[in-house]
């Protein structure tokens, strides 16, 4: 066992570890913070499939953004939700936890099912791209080329992409208007 | 060696936790949260199929796409949320209960 | 538009009018009707001056006079050819004096409505559409037509007698609408049967057309109702007979006969007068013309072979009738019950098939309609004044009452067939015919005329004890008083009502030849047309 | 005359005819404004100028005429208004006349003061009408139609005074009865209809008439039928045995009533109707006729023989004499029933009216004094020769004329019947004589009766006591004058000029009749002389019995009470015949109301039911299944209700239950 396997089996246990603590804490803003090891080994976990740009961009997004505004977000809704935190009880309409285990359990058994299908059938262009080498290496200059692909091939979805992202900001910042006449 | 199976496993493993995140949690923004780990996961397909597509880089790419609508996402269901707490007083949405009949 | 038409559907402006005009003027209504019967009854009159005596109607149509005939549905059936309505009118010796009769009963129902109060709107345009339906009854040659007529005049009355009547007045109207109907709904099978049995000459295509039917000549060979190589037969019945007596049912529901008649004394008692009188003069009428126009006309063999049954029900109707109206308390079911003895008459004169005992049969049924809603009448008047007519509570009325008691009294003895007036000359001729039957040979014996002539002895009994009872005497009313101020003698409007209905009634009794010379040639070829199967 | 107003007989019979009716029509209209009965004199009088005069003269013993006027045609028969003028119709309607003229107007007094005096003459002048029809009928309808007229007109004047409880149950009973009549009349005309196919009288029995050309047989049954039915149209109204019930009672109508309508014209008209239509009687329909005569005969006069009531004695006699005039048609010498007819009119009608004016001083009497008693019974009566001598004296005319004494009109004519019934019997031999002794019998009887009458109201002392004796007077002008013309009219010269041979009578001699048996000479000196003798006998007997007081039998005694009941033949009528026809109708209706009418409203019943049990399956099993499922699928929907709960992570938990099953499904397929 090499390195490198090492440090993927690392990080993999640490994100999916990280992230069953985010959901079994009561506490939410200690989950909150956990959800910053899931993200950034979530980061850890793209490099090694080669996205070095996608990773840093994670770590800016996520960690920078997201988890900033959320735990805004969590601070702006006042501590009684705190309180209201504590007291979690299943009523008796709403679908108990155990069913929700049973569920995801169910899914992720459904999934590596299909992996596992999958493994005997992997699709034709995989199988030709490795055939010819076309793979991305290791020391490939990788965000050299998304800047080439984002300006050429993909620009109509970047621009639309941007605008959506205009849209949703102008969004949220309507919504969470404090709106005086209520 | 690293290959793409073991990427769909992890993928697999924190989907299903987001997904129970989604559906078992009593708490807003902690289902924002589930949503955002099953974003991830989503993410984490994305790149580890990119590794198999030099010539488009379409998984890296729409990884980029994906991590930018997921943070406009948050920011909207952020939105929502404050607007629903200062609405109902509560972000617990078994008490968020206008639908039913 | 023929002078026919006119005379049926004139009622039926007055209807539009009377539901056109507001509530505000609900005063007028009864002037309208007055006005439309009163034209009407000119009409019929125009009719009867202008009517050709010579024509022999029955079963041709050149027989008939002031026709009108216009294709009214055409329809292509397909494989079951060409269906064929006729709008034929037409009158003959037999309907003429029944229309004049409608016309002037109806007259006489408008004169003894003048003093409804209750919703005055339906009730004159219901009273005019039963009139246009009656006048249309005896003017249709097309079976489809005259079933068509047929029912629409059993609406009105229903809700005639139903909402203005007396306190029964719900069971009444429904047993009579329920009686006529169960008539009417086989009479539709046997038209039905009778359309495929039959084929217009001219246009080969089956037809409603009454005259075709009753040429034996127009049905198709093995139909259901065709004369030659019919061998249909229902319960042992064959289908011409079956034909003869269900539509016989139907009418003779209408006439009434014992033991359908039940219907008749209850919608008379809880009819209001009016209704009484047009039920009494018209309806049963209805039902006598109805077996000389389609049962012997259409069917004249069944009929020969049918008539010793026929007469027997006549001869069982007027004695039953008489012996019940000898036990009646109740003046008006008295009336009712005689009602059903005299139609007897009818029936039986028909059956007799001579020409004496037919056109007696016709003349009873033109006298009994203006006696008999003279009677209804006579019955209103005191009933309007104390809501009482059971007889022993009235005793000595002809010293209170003098003019009243005269016009009962000659009411009384014209139906009971005093000669001078018109039902000796019915029932006398009814009774000469029967008798002669047996020598003709039609098949009805002799002991039914007698047997015929002890109802009139009958009618004579129970219509003096009632006179006895009611009028004679020293004057005792169960009212006292009270009804002593209340019965106040006959006022101007009943006598101008009451007065030519019994003049009519003399004059009829004394110069019979008025309708007799309008009847006769229809009458003998009635006669002939039957009696060639007997 | 005649020539001077050249009015042909014809066209006089009409007017004689339509005068007292256009006077009942004037009467009728006027109402209560004309009590004067001044119309209906007038057109009396001018009736009985006319047939006197234009019509009798006229036609009398000359060829007989008649007229025909279309009436209608039924069919193919026409019936025609037939007037038909020859002895025997112009005799009896002259009678009918000449009864009619003194009875008016001795009605003008007798009846004044009656409230309903307006409808008096009304019906007075109704009645001449229809009786003056009767007589001059060419047409048997006609005839029938008059002969119902002049019952209807009798049912008038019997119940004149309606108040009267008594008098509308007679008038009620007389119509009735003389209905029996009037169906065997019209039976009879339907017989006669079918047989000839007309009704004309002269076209049937005239000398060139059907009936002489020998197409009909007339002894067949269905003639022999005819025969019977007439005779019964005739026994009803002339009150033969047994319906002779009504004539009793019909004595309730005024007393100048009676003795037109109930004594000499109507009543008379079921002989006259027997004599016109004769020739269609064959023996046996004869043989009946002569016994139902006889029985009639021998019973009234039994009844008369124990009536109290005046009136009652005079009605039950005109009965007995009706009898003889039946025996005299029934033994073919109907010549002599007419010739009777015509004498009794006079006597009996002067009987009833001088009976009348002693009722009306009665009535005066009774009205004057506070004493209730019953001006009709002879009981109260007695004496009345010192206050009435001329009433007496007139009464006793009549009286003699009816027991057949000579020189009277009545010794013509019953010994003209009594005389023919010996000749008849002896001819036929055996039992046949029991006719002629029993017509002698009633001959006695009759003088034994009418003798009663006299000598208890006329004789002795006033039985009853009211110390106003003053009051009883003679009556007015009015009335004697008639009954002196009807006197006159008692005595033989005004039919013969014989006093003691019919054979001589001008009516006998009119009407003369072919006899089926030989005259026997002896007898027309024996049987008058008989008649006569024992009348004689008979009045001694009663004078001692009733003026002296030696009266030898228990007036309470059974026979006479039995008698004066008739033998109690009303009661029997009503509990074998009226009774049980109310019965009868009672039960139909009872049949009616239960039984046809209760299958018909069983029948509605039955039906409602059923209906009612389709009604409860079709809401609780038909209508029950719809229900049960939508009932089931609303179960069903309330029990996943609370997946509808508005929680959002319920929705998608179910959701994606529903995803994964599916694609758990996808995998194991």
Redesign the interface.
């Known amino acids: 066992m090499n390195l490198e396997v090492f440090l993927f089996y690392a990080f993999a246990m640490l994100a999916i570890g990280s992230a069953l603590l985010v959901v079994s804490l009561k506490n939410t803003a200690r989950a909150l913070f956990l959800f910053f090891i899931t993200l950034f080994s979530m980061a850890g976990l793209f490099l090694f499939a080669l996205a070095d740009f996608v990773a840093i961009t994670q770590i800016m997004v996520y960690v920078g953004g997201v988890l900033i505004l959320m735990i805004f977000a969590f601070m702006l809704s006042n501590k009684e939700l705190l309180a209201d935190l504590q007291n979690i009880s299943g009523s008796f ?3 108990p936890s155990w ?2 285990v049973l ?1 995801a359990i ?2 992720f058994v ?1 999934i590596l ?1 299909g992996l596992k299908e999958w493994n005997n059938d992997m699709p034709e262009w995989i199988l030709s791209n490795i055939k010819s080498g076309d793979i991305i290496l290791p020391n490939d200059n990788n965000i050299q080329q998304l800047g080439i692909k984002f300006m050429t091939q993909y620009v109509l979805p970047f621009e639309v992409i941007s605008i959506f992202l205009l849209m949703a900001l102008i969004g949220a910042a309507h919504l969470s208007r404090k709106e005086e006449n209520r | 060696m690293i290959t793409l199976t073991h990427f769909l496993v992890v993928s697999a493993c924190i989907f299903c936790i987001g ?1 129970y995140t ?3 949690k009593r708490n807003a923004i902690m ?1 924002l949260i589930g949503i955002e780990l099953m974003i991830n996961a989503a993410i984490l397909n994305f790149v580890a199929f990119s590794k198999y597509d030099k010539t488009n880089y379409g998984g890296q790419v729409f990884a980029l796409f994906a991590i930018v609508l997921a943070a406009a996402s948050v920011a909207v269901g952020l939105a929502i949320i404050l607007n629903v707490y200062r609405h109902y007083k509560t972000i617990n ?2 008490n ?6 | 538009m023929g002078l026919l038409s006119l005379l049926i559907f004139l009622p039926l402006i007055a209807t539009a009018l009377i539901l056109l005009l507001p509530a505000s003027m609900r005063q007028s209504y009864k002037y309208i009707s007055l006005g439309f019967t009163v034209v009407q009854f000119a009409l019929s009159g125009y009719l009867y001056t202008q009517f050709d005596n010579t024509v022999i109607g029955i079963n041709q149509a050149s027989g008939f006079q002031f026709v009108e005939q216009l294709a009214w549905i055409r329809l292509d059936l397909g494989s079951l050819g060409q269906l064929e309505i006729d709008y034929f009118l037409g009158v003959d010796g037999v309907s003429l004096p029944l229309l004049v009769l409608s016309a002037f009963v109806m007259l006489m129902a408008i004169g003894a409505s003048w003093n409804i109060t209750k919703s005055t709107k339906g009730y004159f345009a219901l009273l005019m559409l039963l009139n246009m339906a009656v006048m249309g009854i005896f003017c249709a040659l097309d079976f489809f037509l005259f079933y068509i007529f047929y029912e629409v005049m059993l609406l009105p009355l229903y809700f005639l007698i139903g909402i203005w009547g007396g306190a029964n007045r719900e069971y009444a109207a429904i ?1 009579f609408f ?1 009686y006529t109907l169960f008539g009417s709904v086989f009479m539709l099978l046997i038209i039905v049967g009778l359309y495929f049995s039959v084929i217009n000459p001219e246009t080969d295509a089956h037809t409603f057309n009454m005259l075709h039917m009753m040429n034996p000549n127009n049905y198709v060979d093995g139909s259901f109702f065709a004369y030659m190589n019919n061998y249909y037969e229902v319960l042992g019945i064959p289908a011409r007979m079956l034909g003869f007596i269900v539509l016989f049912f139907a009418f003779a529901i209408k006439v009434p006969i ?2 359908l ?2 219907w008749l004394p209850d919608a008379h008692v809880e009819a209001p007068t009016p209704v009484s009188i047009i039920l009494a003069g018209i309806l049963l009428k209805i039902g006598g013309y109805g077996i000389i126009r389609v049962c012997y006309s259409i069917f004249p063999d069944a009929a020969a072979d049918a008539n010793w049954w026929l007469g027997l029900i006549g001869v069982i109707s007027i004695l ?1 009738g008489a ?6 308390k109740d003046l008006k079911r008295l009336i009712a019950y005689s009602s059903v003895s005299h139609m007897g008459f009818v029936l039986l004169g028909v059956a007799s098939l ?3 005992g037919i ?2 049969a016709l003349f009873q049924m033109l006298s009994h309609g203006f006696l008999s809603a003279a009677l209804f009448f006579l019955v209103g008047v005191i009933y309007d004044r104390v809501h009482d007519r059971y007889i022993y509570n009235f005793r ?1 009325l ?2 209170h009452m003098p003019t009243y008691t005269g016009f009962v009294a000659v009411a009384f ?1 014209a139906s009971l067939g ?3 007036f018109s039902a ?1 000359i019915g029932e ?2 009814v ?2 015919g ?3 039957a ?2 003709v040979g039609t098949g009805i014996p002799r002991w039914m ?2 047997a015929g ?2 109802g ?3 009618s ?3 219509l ?2 009632t ?2 009872r009611m ?5 005792r009313f169960k009212g006292g008083e009270e009804w002593a101020s209340a019965l106040t003698d006959v006022n101007i409007r009943e006598r101008i009502i009451l007065f030519p209905t019994l003049a009519l009634a003399l004059l009829l009794g004394i ?3 008025l309708v ?2 309008k009847m ?1 040639a229809t ?2 070829n009635l ?1 002939s047309l039957v009696s060639q199967y007997l | 005359m005649t020539n001077i107003l050249n009015i042909s007989p014809i066209l006089a019979s009409m007017l004689i005819v339509l005068l007292p009716f256009l006077a009942f029509v004037i009467q009728a209209v006027l109402g209560r404004k004309s009590t004067s009965g001044i119309f209906s004199l007038v057109a009396i009088v001018m009736s009985t100028i006319l047939s006197g005069f234009f019509v009798f003269s006229e036609v009398w013993n000359s060829i007989p005429l008649h007229a025909d006027y279309t ?7 026409t019936f025609d208004i037939g007037i038909l003028l020859n002895n025997l119709t112009v005799l009896m309607q002259f009678i009918v006349c000449i009864i009619a003229l003194p009875v008016h107007i001795y009605s003008k007094s007798y009846m004044k003061g009656d409230s309903g005096i307006h409808r008096y003459w009304m019906y007075l002048s109704l009645f001449c009408f229809a009786m003056l029809g009767l007589t001059i009928s060419k047409n048997l ?1 006609m005839m ?3 002969w ?2 002049v019952g ?1 007109a009798s049912y008038l004047l019997i ?1 004149f005074w ?4 008594s ?3 007679a008038n ?1 009973k007389a ?2 009865i003389n ?2 009549g ?2 065997g009349f ?2 009879g ?3 006669l ?3 000839f196919g007309t009704l004309d009288i002269v076209d049937i029995l005239g000398k060139d008439g059907l009936f002489y050309h020998g197409i009909i047989d007339r002894n067949s049954g269905l003639m022999t039928a005819a025969g019977i039915c007439f005779f019964l149209g005739a026994m009803a109204k002339s009150a033969q045995f047994p319906l002779h019930l009504w004539l009793p009672d019909a004595m309730e109508g005024p007393t100048s009533v009676s003795s037109l309508i109930h004594a000499a014209t109507m009543v008379a008209a079921g002989v006259f109707l027997l004599s016109s239509i004769f020739p269609l009687f064959n023996e046996t329909v004869l043989l009946i006729i002569a016994i139902i005569g006889t029985i009639t005969a021998i019973t009234s006069s039994i009844f008369a023989l124990a009536q109290y009531d005046i009136k009652k004695v005079l009605a039950f006699s005109t009965i007995s004499q009706l009898g003889y005039m039946m025996v005299a048609v029934g033994i073919g010498a109907w010549d002599a029933g007419m010739f009777h007819l015509a004498t009794h009119a006079f006597f009996k009608c002067l009987l009833f009216l001088s009976a009348g004016a002693v009722i009306h001083e009665m009535s005066h009497l009774k009205a004057n004094s506070n004493i209730d008693f019953d001006p009709q019974d002879m009981r109260n009566m007695g004496g009345l020769r010192q206050y009435m001598p001329k009433t007496f004296v007139l009464m006793s005319i009549a009286s003699l004329a009816l027991a057949g004494f000579p020189l009277t009109s009545g010794f013509l004519s019953k010994d003209a019947i009594v005389i023919s019934a010996f000749e008849w019997a002896l001819h036929q031999g055996g039992l046949y004589l029991v006719i002629p002794i029993i017509l002698v019998i009633v001959s006695v009887l009759t003088a034994f009766y009418i003798g009663r009458l006299i000598f208890k109201t006329f004789f002795g002392t006033l039985r009853v006591k009211v110390g106003h004796e003053a009051y009883v007077h003679e009556a007015p002008k009015t009335m004697l004058i008639p009954l002196a013309f009807l006197a006159v009219c008692s005595f033989f010269f005004v039919f013969s000029l014989n006093p003691f041979s019919y054979a001589n009578a001008s009516i006998m001699n009119g009407l003369y009749v072919n006899y089926t048996f030989p005259e026997i000479y002896s007898l027309h000196t024996i049987i008058p002389i008989t008649l006569t003798l024992t009348a004689l006998i008979s009045w001694w007997l009663g004078y001692n019995w009733y003026v002296k007081g030696k009266y030898p039998l228990n007036a309470n005694s059974k026979l006479i009470l039995l008698a004066q009941n008739q033998f109690g033949m009303n009661e029997w009528m009503m509990k074998t015949f009226v009774n049980p ?2 019965q ?3 039960i ?3 049949f ?1 109301k239960y039984i ?2 209760g299958i ?1 409203n069983g029948t ?1 019943y039955i039906l409602k039911q059923l209906s009612n049990l389709i009604t409860w399956i079709d809401k609780y099993i038909v209508d029950g299944i719809v229900n049960g499922i939508a009932k089931l699928v609303y179960e069903l929907g309330n029990a996943f ?2 997946v ?7 929705y ?2 179910f959701a ?2 529903v995803v ?1 099953i599916g ?2 499904y996808l ?1 194991l397929r």
Request: proline fraction near 3%.
């Open positions: 309409l709403s679908l069913q929700s569920l169910g899914f459904v099912i | 997904l989604v559906i078992a289902i949405p078994d968020i209960t206008d639908l039913r009949d | 047993k329920i014992v033991p008649h039940t039953y012996l019940n109206a000898l036990a009646q001579t020409a004496e056109s007696g000595g002809a010293s003895f005093l000669p001078g000796f006398a001729f009774i000469i029967t008798f002669n047996e020598s005329a007698i002539s002890v009139i002895l009958l004579a009994a129970y003096l004890w006179l006895q009028f004679f005497g020293q004057t110069m019979p030849s007799f010379d006769n009458v003998l006669v | 009436w209608f045609t039924i069919g193919e028969k309808l029938y139609i008059f119902e007229l209807f119940g309606f108040t009267k409880d008098a509308v149950q009620k119509f009735l209905r029996i009037d169906l019209l039976i005309i339907s017989v209809f079918t047989t026809t109310i009868l109708g009672k139909s209706f009872w009616d046809v009418d018909i509605s209700r609370f509808q709960n508005g929680r959002l992570q319920n998608m938990g994606l239950t994964l694609i758990i995998i």
